[in-house]
């Protein structure tokens, strides 16, 4: 999921920027300020997620989660359509066919297959604007500062697993889901209330992974990738390898207990970019 969203999300920047071209960063370093305003849009959305949650107003979260699914959709698809389409009618069919079906799965059949489909799509779509938009150097302190961040919500302040809960409830498509055993269903998976709960009680050996797991990583490969298109291929992999050996350090000795994924992953993609950067760019 990783690997694909992150090759989806270069691919998207660099189309993008193509037909686009003042769509892009005007320096590896311009989006220094978005850092700030996405930290404070992340404590406010997570506040009002919980808030309603516990009021058992989720579902209005849901129809909102619903229709950044469906617009982030159609930005990739209609990026996508450019090279499926042979005509507008086509399309115009891809572009607007392909966000109502996911809307309608995730309405009519909501399971943890459907809303990894969305989340793959989602993370794709949302790490390629942000690529394209903040510049290298500014990934690198976005992914830096909500590594801190989300180590802070998962161990300190723990709302982050109050927040993943939250979603579990209330049907939220926000998190990744891998089951273990075959034929499990996400009605059937509940989400631990505390970060001692041991790995035998939280059902089916079930991975749980937030969407921002995968975005974040997939904002430093595209950006890196974009920052070094002349020599795109390590600028490309290190990153991805980094980000790819952070999850599996997450997977194989934090999995008996809910764990910040963003400080292993992020830092992973961060120091493969740094590798690329001292490699091809600095040397």
């Known amino acids: 999921m990783l690997s694909a969203s992150s090759l989806l999300a270069t691919f998207l920047s660099l189309t993008l920027i193509s037909i686009s071209p003042g769509v892009q960063a005007k320096s590896p370093t311009s989006g220094f300020s978005y850092v700030i305003y996405y930290l404070l849009a992340a404590l406010v959305f997570t506040a009002i997620v919980i808030f309603l949650g516990r009021r058992k107003l989720g579902n209005i979260i849901r129809w909102i989660f619903l229709a950044v699914i469906a617009y982030v959709m159609f930005y990739v698809w209609s990026i996508l359509g450019l090279y499926i389409a042979y005509n507008y009618p086509e399309y115009y069919a891809i572009s607007f066919g392909a966000p109502i079906i996911m809307v309608v799965l995730l309405i009519f059949r909501y399971d943890w297959y459907v809303v990894d489909v969305a989340g793959f799509f989602l993370s794709a779509g949302v790490a390629s604007i942000w690529a394209t938009i903040i510049g290298v150097w ?146």
């Open 138 to 283: 500014a990934s690198v302190v976005f992914l830096a500062v909500f590594a801190v961040y989300d180590y802070i919500a998962v161990y300190r302040t723990r709302h982050m697993i109050s927040l993943a809960g939250t979603a579990m409830e209330s049907r939220l498509p926000m998190l990744f889901v891998f089951p273990s055993q075959r034929g499990t269903k996400l009605d059937q998976i509940t989400f631990p209330s505390s970060q001692d709960a041991p790995a035998e009680k939280r059902g089916s050996g079930t991975f749980i992974l937030g969407f921002g797991d995968i975005v974040f990583p997939c904002i430093m490969v595209a950006s890196s990738a974009l920052y070094g298109r002349s020599n795109i291929v390590p600028f490309l992999l290190l990153p991805l390898v980094g980000a790819i050996a952070g999850i599996m350090v997450l997977l194989f000795t934090k999995i008996s207990r809910p764990a910040p994924g963003l400080p292993f992953i992020n830092t992973g993609a961060i120091a493969g970019f740094i590798a690329a950067f001292l490699a091809f760019k600095l040397f």
